[in-house]
Nanobody, 125 residues
Framework: QVQLVESGGGLVQAGDSLRLSCVVSGRTFSSDDMGWFRRAPGKEREFVAAIRWSADSTYYADSVKGRFTISRDNAENTVYLQMNSLKPEDTAVYYC??????????????????WGRGTQVTVSS
């Protein structure tokens, strides 16, 4: 059974940093692409960042580019999202997701077939 478990969310002030982690179990993690998505109150789930299985390519939403960094440790079956210079508009539930490498579209929700339950990030002004 494939499981994705996020951690690292919390309540911070604008300008602070957080690092989210997502541990994957039940699957050969090193062969899969990984992504982070978020859903703000009253909004649709949106793409945040993604990383290729080999870690040689990363992708970011324009809204987080230059502030967030996605990385992975295949030995630990873990993907990270380092979030710096947080803004109130980054407040959301953050989800990690797994997609097979043959599935097209790093930014598409439909390309991912396993999801975590999410971790809440709240940024106060």
């Amino acid at each position: 059974q494939v499981q994705l478990v996020e951690s690292g969310g919390g309540l911070v002030q604008a300008g602070d940093s957080l690092r989210l982690s997502c541990v994957v179990s039940g699957r050969t993690f090193s062969s899969d692409d990984m992504g982070w998505f978020r859903r703000a109150p009253g909004k649709e789930r949106e793409f945040v960042a993604a990383i290729r299985w080999s870690a040689d390519s990363t992708y970011y939403a324009d809204s987080v580019k230059g502030r967030f960094t996605i990385s992975r440790d295949n030995a630990e079956n873990t993907v990270y999202l380092q979030m710096n210079s947080l803004k109130p508009e980054d407040t959301a539930v953050y989800y990690c997701a797994l997609k097979p490498p043959y599935s097209m579209g790093f930014r598409s929700i439909n390309a991912y077939n396993y999801w975590g339950r999410g971790t809440q990030v709240t940024v106060s002004s």
